[in-house]
């Protein structure tokens, strides 16, 4: 019983990890985006995780984490200017993320597909407007 329930364990991780290698681009040939989603697979996928284009470098767990994980864009929105930010400077901190890997057109493209579609799984949290009172 064990192993008949180990085996069924070990056949769904292979299918969902055989599902997540055979991923591709999700963006439309035909869209505008499509050149920067190419664009992102090809420079940015292996440490940055976007399911749109089938990236998976984001750290998984605080296990197997490893020093060139960045953020996960399914979850971090960036607009424009702070993936053109990121792409010029090397991320936020300039440590790890290497500087300039796209320039000029490419950047830019990179950095209008990302803000369309970084950001999409993030989690809606309730908020309440608070009028701050001096009196
Ligand atoms: C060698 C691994 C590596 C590659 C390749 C890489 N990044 Fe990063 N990136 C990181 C790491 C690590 C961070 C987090 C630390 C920091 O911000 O400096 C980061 C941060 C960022 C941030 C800031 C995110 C935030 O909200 O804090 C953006 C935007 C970004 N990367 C976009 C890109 C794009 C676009 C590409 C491809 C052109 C790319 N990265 C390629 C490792 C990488």
């Known amino acids: 019983m064990r192993v008949a329930a180990t085996t069924m364990v070990l056949f769904a991780c292979a299918a969902v990890l ?11 040939k035909t869209s505008p985006y499509h050149h920067g989603a190419v664009l992102f697979r090809d420079h940015c996928s292996g440490c940055h995780t976007l399911s749109v284009v089938g990236a998976q470098g984001s750290a998984t767990s605080i296990a197997n984490r490893v020093k060139t994980n960045g953020p996960n864009f399914n979850i971090r929105k960036e607009n424009v200017e702070q993936a053109l930010y990121a792409i010029r400077n090397g991320g936020f901190s300039g440590a790890i993320m290497p500087e300039n890997i796209v320039v000029g057109p490419n950047a830019q493209a990179v950095a209008s597909f990302l803000a369309r579609y970084s950001g999409v799984q993030a989690q809606k949290v309730p908020s309440t407007n608070i009028t701050l009172s001096t009196k």
């Open 18 to 28: 055989g599902a997540c290698g055979s991923q591709g681009i999700k963006v439309a």
